[in-house]
């Protein structure tokens, strides 16, 4: 079975310092990793994602991410955390042969001013 | 910057009633789906629509749910006779293909809430 694995609820980070959420997979073949934010009240906003190439990946607010493909991990980084920052963060894997996201449970970002 | 739209942003409805959901999608794409997440709980895919046809379901999308593209514009997902746990956030994304390398855009969500 696919599946997507956010072993982390909540991650509390002080402004300024670094920030990781971690994701790990279990998809077939060779997925596209996504990473969405979602605000209070608002949708899910679209933040980067790997598809191939470079395992560092830049994407929207200043955040990247690395794919490790032998721990089958994408994990979300950002060098300097804002309080604005403060949000769900769901990673998402999309099998090479479909359509539809799996998304992993999601992980709230709290940080602290 | 184009975005998703959704109405209503909540919905309360009695056991056992007819509800739609409405979604307007970005303007060029082509792929249209709904998700949806019960609280506290992970976005689960739906379904996905293409060409007035509905490419992919998952096994929630069951006879209870349909979708249709009745016009140029709107997406819409109905529910016949809601469930107590059809409550959750509904949500609709359209994509500019249906490729698993393209971006699906999400729209901010409708609260179903069946009383």
């Known amino acids: 079975a696919q599946s997507v694995a956010q072993p982390e609820d909540q991650v509390n980070v002080a402004e300024g310092n670094p920030l990781t959420v971690k994701c790990t997979y279990s998809?077939?073949?060779?997925?596209?990793l996504f990473w969405y934010v979602q605000y209070p009240n608002r949708g899910l906003q679209f933040l980067l994602k790997?598809?191939?190439?470079?395992?560092l990946v830049k994407g929207s607010y200043g955040f990247e991410a690395e794919f490790n493909k032998s721990q089958t991990s994408f994990h979300l980084k950002k060098p300097s955390a804002l309080v604005s920052d403060s949000a769900l963060y769901f990673c998402?894997?999309?099998?090479?042969?479909?359509?539809?996201?799996?998304f992993g449970p999601g992980t709230r970002l709290s940080v602290l001013p | 910057e184009p975005e998703v739209t959704q109405t209503p942003s909540h919905q309360v409805t009695q056991m056992g009633q007819e509800v739609i959901l409405r979604c307007v999608p970005i303007?060029?794409?082509?792929?249209f789906y709904w998700y949806r997440q019960i609280l506290g709980q992970k976005v689960e895919f739906l379904v996905s629509?293409?060409?007035?046809?509905?490419?992919?379901k998952s096994e929630i999308f069951d006879d209870q749910f349909s979708v249709e593209r009745p016009d140029g514009s709107n997406f819409t997902l109905k529910i016949r006779s809601t469930k107590l746990e059809d409550s959750a956030m509904y949500f609709c994304?359209?994509?500019?293909?249906?490729?698993?390398?393209?971006?699906?855009?999400f729209g901010p969500g409708t609260r179903l809430t069946v009383l």
């Open positions: 994304a359209s994509s500019e293909t249906g490729a698993g390398t393209d971006t699906q855009y």
């Open positions: 629509f293409y060409n007035n046809e509905i490419s992919e």
């Open positions: 790997y598809i191939t190439g470079d395992n």
């Open positions: 303007s060029n794409h082509l792929y």
């Open positions: 998809v077939s073949g060779n997925p596209y």
């Open positions: 998402a894997v999309r099998p090479d042969y479909g359509q539809n996201f799996v």
